[in-house]
């Protein structure tokens, strides 16, 4: 498929699939024109790319993962690299979780603002 089709199936603009590209996380064949020709297969791996970006990895640590979620060749080093995403992921989740809870004490607030009247604002105490 061509890269606008690419493009269009995943959500990803041409300029993103570039990108991938020139940092070696997808490639593509090239026809005498020099039109880039994609395999079916690019749609999955640019929604884990677009995954593993989401989960915070960097486009150097995703080239680094790929031969193992590729093909499955892992090393002891690469184990430990994965290890160690997947416990800085668990920890943004963490954030994340408390930032929701955060958010759900000042909806609360507000809530009853409009309700009663009264101040959303936290009293601190010093």
Known sequence: MR???LAAR????VRALRYYEEQNLLSA???PSGQRH???S???????????YAAGLSSRTIVELMPCVIDGQATPALLERLAAE????????VDLMHVRDRLGSV???ATSNMVT???????TTA
């Open 117 to 123: 009247g009264t101040s959303c604002r936290r009293e």
């Open 10 to 13: 995943t959500g990803v603009s």
């Open 3 to 5: 890269v606008g089709e």
């Open 86 to 93: 997947r416990e800085q992921v668990d920890r943004r989740i």
């Open 107 to 109: 909806i609360t607030a």
């Open 29 to 31: 064949e090239r026809s």
């Open 38 to 40: 994609y395999p079916g």
């Open 42 to 52: 690019a749609v999955d791996r640019v929604r884990l790319i677009q995954q593993l």
